[in-house]
């Protein structure tokens, strides 16, 4: 059984440039275009990995973050944030809410194979 990937980004471009680097390793892609489809799709499907935009419109990333981590079936979830707030500020945030690494954007395919080399 293949390891499944949820991306999450309500950007369709950064979308399909992730699900492209992902399912080039090998891994099942499911997507999610919002905070809460996430957090539906992580319940629902339990995928090994999630990477997860941070801004987007009525949840955003880190909101679901905390909602999947909270939740035992999911809690265990690494969630990668890949987002255009990269500061330090916003690297601390993220780890604070429960997420395992932070991805600036632009990212390089490298970038994300090495997360999903290191968390699944």
Known sequence: MSSKV???DDSRVDLEI???IVSKQGYEV???ISGQEAVEKATS???DLIFMDV????????EACREIISNTE????????VTGKCQKADRIWAELQGGKA???KPFTPDQIVNEINKHI
Do not use: Q, R, S
Not at 55 to 62: P, T
Not at 74 to 81: E, Y
């Open 6 to 8: 949820l991306i999450v």
């Open 18 to 20: 992730l699900k492209t």
């Open 30 to 32: 499911i997507t999610a």
């Open 45 to 47: 499907t339990h995928p």
């Open 55 to 62: 801004i987007m419109e009525n949840k955003d990333g880190f």
């Open 74 to 81: 999911t809690k265990d979830i690494p969630i990668i944030f």
């Open 102 to 104: 932070l991805v600036g």
